[in-house]
């Protein structure tokens, strides 16, 4: 088992995907990938794509000026909530629970080396979490359309 995580690792680092996928802790259910720009312009280039997507964005979350308000300093953080309600619905449709995880969140994030990461829930993840029988090929598209997307804008 150890063998085919690091393999599935190396795999999925070599695409320019990381995944949270770790042979010391359990899967997290998260995919991160490393942008080159930083976290407010890979946040902004993300809205721009979305919007023009036709995806609705719910909210943008400036964690860092959030910080700042009260005094606080963390490295640069923002959070796009986004989605389209049409595949909400139909995800709701295979169980309502899996409303707790929509709509669709991004994290831009910045790491004490300074590298800016996009981290995102891994649809798969919330099959396993939710047992969304009858939404597999949803949840395909869904995987697709944030690899790409992320992708696009890192």
Not at 45 to 59: C, D, N, P, Q
Not at 70 to 83: D, K, Y
Not at 146 to 154: D, G, P
Request: net charge positive; hydrophobic share 35%.
């Amino acid at each position: 088992m150890r063998l085919l995580t690091l393999v599935l690792s190396s795999i999925i680092s070599s695409t320019g995907f990381a995944s949270s996928i770790n042979p010391d802790k359990p899967d997290n259910g998260l995919i991160s990938l490393k942008s080159s720009h930083s976290v407010t312009e890979t946040a902004n280039r993300f809205e721009k794509l979305v919007l023009a997507k036709k995806f609705t964005i719910f909210s943008r979350i400036n964690h860092t000026e959030n910080a700042k308000n009260i005094g606080e300093v963390i490295e640069p953080t923002e959070l796009i909530i986004f989605g389209k309600p049409k595949i909400g619905s139909q995800l709701m449709q295979c169980n309502q629970m899996v409303a707790i995880d929509l709509p669709l969140k991004i994290l831009f994030t910045k790491d004490n080396k300074g590298q800016t990461w996009i981290t995102y829930n891994d649809p798969s993840y919330l099959n396993k979490r939710y047992n969304l029988k009858g939404c597999q090929q949803l949840l395909d598209k869904m995987s697709d359309a944030l690899q790409k997307l992320t992708k696009k804008v890192s």
